[in-house]
């Protein structure tokens, strides 16, 4: 295939364009850290003095290290169960076809549509009547119901695609259904679990909504609830906010880097099977 | 034994879907009072007709230039550039859309980078505080939804592209055809489905925006940037009034279904 020059210089140079479009907030948010905590810079200008600093005072004022706790053991809460659900869920829909599969599905689908925002309020009123609002169950709870949608979704994507004669080749063999999920299913379906318990770490990890209604004391929130209460404190600290900000951006886009291939991977699958 | 382990789940649907029902159940005894409240009060009505606006920024913008973007990668930068260039566009995607708010609330602000690019190329009389600005604030929340949004439209758009044969690419180039024409002719037909799916995430991303407003501007200047999401947490966690926020989220609701529904339908009717 033979493209002309121009329209290579062009199509990269859209790219670069696009590419700086989306790389420059976070190095004007970097360098804006830098700068001596309490000064308003401009967006792009140089720290004559570095303040690395900063990045201490903002792990220190916003409580990062109890809130690390918090995050990651809401993310150990919610992970673990929704994929133990998810997966035998995805497992009877996708491959035992049990009766209201169809059902079942078209409830899955009609959830993934749904907004947040749309059952929070009886969200937040059954947790006042159980109790368990402001608890440390308070956000892990809904949390692994709202992922369901997705998540049985997408195990059962990768259930009905492994070919029945795997199971029946066991059956034969005399495997009951439990040995049939626990012995060849499971090993084979590691690898969609694991894109999707990143997955579902991450967006556990940048939950905002639920944590700013469900939980009143910003130390037991996600990552990102608490950011929004640190943003309420010091939303005239510019270089001290966007200091906290890379703080809780930093984990994020480790996986990210690390997991790319997989997160693009299954984000794109969820979707399209969606 | 298995029915156990799906009846969980379920139960948890049902529990799920009861919630966005039962949400409703207060303010039955007022009949459909709080529904007309809503098309009553302007700034209540405005805030649908502000979701609308965002809909043309998050979604038929991202899906628009992705579908431009990612045909140019497919065209020109098959190799490393390209791959490098997916990721990065998708890094906003990936990040909690709070960071998303602040770090364009920082940027958008008087003294932020968006002001100091302007001044530098010599319009400095346009600089203005974005999100304070009555007649700006709601399009620059858009550009943040662009900046969101984007790579994810880039990457799926791009997949679909690669898996067309090339051979019809090659076909139309033999007859000469030039990048446009071969956009317009073979890629936009054939990724009809993948479009669709792009415009249903986005517009329900835009719809349900939340995080991003209320962490950017608060739906501020007054009401100028107050969307469903925002004013239904507005209404039922400040002012208490849990009857009319309710009555707002099923609107909301109904509202991702009626836009949903017809994109749908028109992809099961095309394949």
């Known amino acids: 295939m033979k493209i002309g020059r121009g329209e290579i210089f062009a199509g990269r140079a859209l790219l670069l364009l696009l590419m700086t479009f989306t790389l420059l907030p976070f190095i004007s948010i970097f360098l804006t850290a830098l700068h001596p905590s309490g000064s308003v810079p401009g967006g792009l200008d140089w720290p004559t003095d570095p303040q690395w600093g900063n990045f201490v005072e903002a792990f220190k004022v916003a409580n990062m290290s109890t809130l690390i706790v918090s995050s990651v053991r809401i993310v150990l809460m919610v992970v673990p169960i929704a994929l133990v659900i998810s997966t035998m869920a995805g497992f009877a829909i996708g491959m035992l076809r049990i009766p209201g599969s169809s059902l079942l599905l078209l409830l899955f689908v009609f959830g993934l549509t749904l907004p947040f925002q749309g059952i929070i309020i009886p969200i937040y009123t059954l947790e006042r009547a159980l109790h368990i609002y402001n608890t440390k169950f308070a956000i892990a709870l809904p949390l692994i119901a709202l992922y369901m949608p997705f998540s ?27 040995d049939l999920f626990r012995r060849i299913h499971l090993p084979l379906a590691q690898a969609p679990i694991a894109s999707l318990g990143i997955l579902m770490s991450i967006w556990t990890w940048n939950q905002f909504l639920l944590a700013l209604v469900l939980v009143e004391d910003p130390n037991q929130r996600t990552m990102a609830g608490a950011l929004g209460a640190f943003q309420g404190h010091y939303a005239t600290n510019v270089p001290l906010l966007c200091a906290g900000t890379i703080i809780i951006l930093v984990p994020t886009l480790l996986v990210f880097v690390l997991f790319q291939r997989q997160i693009i991977k299954a984000l794109l699958q969820g979707a399209v099977k969606g | ?159 679909a592209m690669s898996k067309v044969d090339p051979s019809l690419y090659e076909a139309a180039r033999i007859d ?73 989220a099923v609107l909301l609701m109904l509202l991702v279904v009626v836009i949903i529904f017809p994109i749908q339908r028109l992809n099961k009717e095309t394949y």
């Open chain 1, 152 to 178: 049985v979704f997408w195990m059962r994507a990768h259930f009905v695609n492994i070919p029945v004669e795997i199971s029946e080749a066991a059956r034969v063999d005399g495997a009951t259904t439990w």
């Open chain 2, 176 to 248: 000469g055809s030039n990048w446009i024409n071969e956009f317009f002719n073979i890629t936009v037909p054939l990724l009809k489905q993948e479009i669709g799916v792009c415009l249903t995430v986005t517009v329900i991303f835009a719809l349900a925006t939340f995080d991003i407003v209320y962490v950017a501007t608060a739906g501020g200047p007054g009401n100028a940037t107050s969307v469903p999401g925002l004013q239904i947490y507005i209404l039922a966690f400040s002012q208490r009034n849990i009857g009319l926020a309710s009555a707002l």
């Open chain 2, 1 to 159: 034994m298995y029915a156990v382990f799906v009846l969980v789940p379920f139960i948890l649907t049902i529990v799920y879907s009861f919630h966005r029902w039962n949400g409703v159940g207060p303010m039955t005894w007022v009949g459909l009072k709080n529904y007309i409240t809503v098309f009553q009060v302007p700034d209540l009505l405005g805030t649908i007709g502000n979701a609308f606006w965002l809909v043309v920024w998050f979604s038929f913008i991202p899906v628009g230039l992705g579908l431009v973007v990612a045909s140019v990668i497919n065209r020109v930068a098959t190799g490393r550039f390209g791959e490098i260039s997916r990721v990065v566009l998708f890094l906003p995607y990936i990040i909690a859309l709070v960071a998303a708010g602040i770090i364009w609330g920082w940027l958008l602000s008087l003294s932020g980078l968006v002001n100091q690019i302007l001044t530098a190329v010599g319009l400095g009389s346009i600089t203005r505080a974005w999100l304070g600005d009555f007649n700006w604030a709601l399009s620059a929340v858009g550009v943040i939804g662009i900046w969101v949004l984007l790579g994810f439209c880039t990457v799926l758009l791009s997949t």
